[in-house]
């Protein structure tokens, strides 16, 4: 090789410098960007010629390949914990607003109502005639019912609140799944020839991690090879590429699934997810997504769905039950003893009572006993009627049926006498599924009251009201005692100074009593429901703690790879330059060797 050969060494040697240059400058230029990997030119020896009979002479060097400095197993991890952390965080943040509207801090929330309706009713067992008194404890349990209704309505809002962040979510999915179908085939071109589309994949990482954050999907990329002329810990993924949710794959190659959200069949409005296969039939996905910013949405909002349609699981489901499940415990319970107050006529609520029996799950009328005490228009118990109620009661089918134990004539009061007894006194009737017991005599001074002994009968009827309303969402104190608060009854007895209804009322926050399947004090439960948010809560902002420190941990490490470091790229910057200044060198001197040349011949 002569001092042309020369020239094309340093030649290819400018080349290689130039692109040196040009790669170090982008990475400059992209340091700030996040989802960027820094690039690394290799370079290869060219192949030598021969040189005399049995001698090579190098001829310089080449660009190779321009490769992105990236791991993917480390990468991997960095979207495992990703994931992980939008999970947590997605779970903290709500769980934390949740938990704000219960602070039960003193003088602020329901626990703090709870306290002041039953010291109103203390207040009231004192000074049971009391108008300021009544008007006290209406007052408080007012405030009581107002604040179960308004927590329940913010709770019931920010599951409303996930339920549209679930549809927004999916929609980013499939926009994203879209995108990276249409980068995969950027890459497959780009890479036809051997090369590496580093910017293409870098993008595409990025919608992976993004992806990764929303639906903890995984990803397979055929074989992962290493490319140690970079760095001991480079390695990229090349082969078939798959993204997959739960084994469903949404991404094929160049091909994509979209997945399906949509609440026109649900009637409370929740959205569904399904995968639409290519023949157009729906998979179910509600319950296979688990991870990510979606899958703590469906954990918080709920992912399973019974025959009618109502979700049987999720956090917010939970709470919204246990609320309903409090409120209806207080309203009940409240009024089963309400109903001990005599009165002339009781009126129940609306029911649907088929000639089955009265003990189901739609009543909560328990198995047992409750008296009908009657009282003269001096106060004083002239008689009183037990009523048995088990398995076999039904509502007006046969001898033992509540309506038939209710008008049957017999001598409650032991004066061998049935024209001062419950059933000659009192007129019951059951119409448009209203049960009335009235005075047959409206002259006669005769009231009665309920003592129930377990039945919950009175409770659950709607006997005789203080509050009215079925659950959290609709809780209030009686109309008729919020429009007369000389109506509200502190007695139980019908005289002045009596306050058997009042003091019984005090019991509440001793007795236990049932909350569906639960028995506990009303404040007992209360806390029980308070206090279990306030643990879920706390139990996850421990772990969002220390997931927030492994995944620091794996992004530093992942960005001590992959990440641009001003610092040495300009060292590189120099070495390219220093490289460049040299190879000019060297032509400038074949230059002169050559002009020599030519000036021996002249």
């Known amino acids: 090789m002569g001092l042309l050969g020369g020239l094309n060494t340093a030649r290819d040697s400018l080349a290689t410098a130039q692109i040196g240059v040009s790669t170090t400058s982008h990475n400059i230029s992209n340091a700030e960007n996040k989802d960027y990997t820094r690039q690394r030119v290799i370079q290869k020896t060219n192949t030598p010629a021969p040189f005399g009979a ?84 209406i007052a408080d349990a007012e405030n009581l019912a107002r604040n179960l209704n308004n927590t329940f309505e913010k709770v019931d809002k920010i599951q409303a609140d996930m339920n549209s962040e679930i549809k927004m979510s999916l929609d980013e999915v499939n926009v994203i799944i ?80 979209e997945l399906s959200v949509s609440n026109k069949q649900d009637k409370n409005g929740y959205y569904h997810i399904d995968y639409k296969k290519s023949d157009g039939s729906l998979v179910p996905m509600d319950n296979r997504i688990q991870n990510g910013k979606v899958g703590a949405l469906l954990a918080l909002r709920g992912n399973k769905f019974d025959e009618n349609g109502e979700l049987t699981n999720g956090i917010i489901p939970e709470l919204k039950d246990n609320l309903n499940e409090f409120s209806k415990g207080l309203i009940q319970h409240t009024n089963s003893i309400y109903a001990e107050s005599a009165s002339d006529s009781m009126v129940s609520n609306r029911t649907s009572f088929q000639n089955s029996s009265l003990i189901t799950d739609k009543t909560d009328i328990k198995e047992g006993s409750f008296n009908i005490v009657m009282y003269d228009r001096d106060g004083k118990e002239v008689g009183k009627r037990a009523i048995n109620i088990d398995e076999t009661t039904t509502f007006n089918s046969g001898d033992s049926s509540l309506m038939s134990q209710l008008t049957k004539e017999y001598d409650d009061n032991g004066d061998n006498s049935l024209f001062n007894d419950f059933a000659s006194q009192f007129k019951t009737s059951y119409s448009g599924g209203v049960l009335s017991i009235k005075s047959a005599d409206d002259g006669n001074g005769y009231t009665f009251g309920i003592e129930d002994n377990g039945t919950n009968f009175a409770g659950a009827m709607g006997m005789q009201k203080f509050f009215e309303g079925e659950d959290a969402t609709n809780i209030k104190v009686s109309n008729s005692i919020s429009r007369d608060h000389t109506t509200l009854k502190g007695f139980k007895a019908p005289f002045d100074g009596d306050n058997g209804v009042a003091n019984a009322m005090m019991g509440l926050e001793t007795k236990e009593w049932s909350f569906g399947d639960k028995q506990d004090t009303v404040k007992g439960f209360y806390d029980y429901v308070a206090t279990g948010l306030s643990s879920t809560t706390e139990n996850v902002m421990i772990r969002n703690e220390s997931i927030n420190v492994q995944f620091n941990s794996i992004k530093l490490e992942m960005e001590s790879i992959s990440k641009v470091n001003i610092d040495e790229e300009l060292v590189s910057l120099m070495k390219y330059q220093t490289a460049y200044s040299a190879s000019g060198k060297v032509i400038t001197t074949i230059d002169q060797m050559i002009n020599t040349l030519l000036g021996i011949k002249q």
Do not use: C
Not at 108 to 122: A, C, H, M, P, T
């Open 178 to 257: 879209k995108e990276i179908s249409s980068i995969n085939s950027e890459i497959v071109r780009s890479e036809a020839n051997g090369a590496t589309a580093n910017d293409f994949r870098d993008k595409r990482d990025a919608l992976e991690n993004r992806l990764s954050q929303l639906v903890g999907a995984e990803f397979v990329d055929g074989n992962i090879s290493a490319n140690s002329r970079v760095s001991m810990e480079t390695s990229e993924a090349k082969g078939i590429y798959t993204v997959m949710i739960d084994g469903v794959s949404i991404v094929s190659g160049t091909r994509y699934n």
């Open 54 to 137: 049995t001698d090579l002479i190098g001829t310089g060097t080449q660009v190779s390949e321009i490769t992105r400095v990236h791991d993917e197993f480390v990468f991997s991890r960095y979207q495992a914990s990703s994931e992980r952390v939008s999970y947590s965080e997605t779970l903290k943040r709500n769980l934390e607003e949740v938990n704000s509207y219960f602070p039960d801090m003193d003088g602020v929330g329901i626990k703090n109502d709870l306290e002041n309706y039953f010291r109103g009713w203390s207040s009231l067992a004192q000074q049971p005639d009391s108008l300021s008194q009544k008007t006290t404890l």
